[in-house]
């Protein structure tokens, strides 16, 4: 079945503790993207990447890493989280960085930083 | 920078009628998703659009690259159509990179 896989799907973890959220697609998709939703925000893209060893800055990368060493992962990683990156995460697949591509989006990863 | 407008923000139908969102985007775009997210969380790619109209099953999305606007219609409406529907545009920045810009939703109940 082809999915996007997100782990964990909840946290609740300390201010500082470094933390990684895992994101695995099967399609052999290009692009993958990261994105947190919070109430009032809506959802806003953190960082994506068009391809193995390509990522970029979305509009709130601030506290947050990625790295894209293959193409089916693409892990976050918040160094020393904060209270204020508590949110519902999204990562996110597609065939390409082509704009008429439909997103395959996982499940969702809900952080709670204490 | 640019802003995307969703309306309404809430809307609230009684099964069978026929619904109408609305997005409205400032800045020249390269293509928009509409995207629907269950009670649940989980997140679904419904349509993308660069131009014209498309359809799948009750669901019909238009844009108006010129009027900068996209709506998205449900025919025959049905209390499994409840969620939150989200307008989403792809636009190249200044910077030269792709970026994806989200409306903060339209939260449709449909009661029987």
């Known amino acids: 079945e082809a999915q996007v896989t997100q782990n964990p799907r909840y946290l609740i973890t300390v201010t500082g503790k470094k933390l990684t959220v895992t994101c695995s697609q099967n399609m052999n998709h290009e692009y993958m993207s990261w994105y947190r939703q919070d109430p009032g925000l809506g959802l806003r893209q953190i960082y994506y990447s068009m391809n193995v060893e390509v990522t970029d800055k979305g509009d709130v990368p601030e506290g947050y890493k990625v790295s894209r060493k293959e193409k089916r992962n693409f892990p976050l990683i918040l160094e020393s989280p904060s209270p204020n990156q508590t949110s519902l995460y999204f990562c996110a697949s597609s065939l390409s960085r082509n704009s008429n591509q439909p997103q395959h989006f996982g499940d969702g990863t809900r952080l709670s930083i204490l | 920078k640019n802003e995307v407008e969703q309306s309404p923000q809430n809307l609230t139908a009684q099964e069978g009628e026929f619904i109408t969102i609305n997005c409205s985007y400032s800045v020249g775009i390269s293509a928009l998703h509409w995207l629907q997210q269950h009670p649940g969380g989980g997140i679904v790619s419904l349509f993308m659009l660069s131009s014209g109209k498309k359809k799948h099953g009750r669901l019909i999305a238009t844009i108006n690259i010129q009027e900068k606007h996209s709506s998205l219609h449900i025919t025959a409406s049905h209390p499994r159509d409840s969620a939150v529907y989200i307008c989403?545009?792809?636009?190249?920045?200044?910077?030269?990179?792709?970026?994806?810009?989200f409306g903060k939703g339209t939260k449709l109940t449909v009661n029987p």
């Open positions: 989403a545009v792809r636009f190249r920045s200044q910077g030269g990179s792709e970026k994806l810009v």
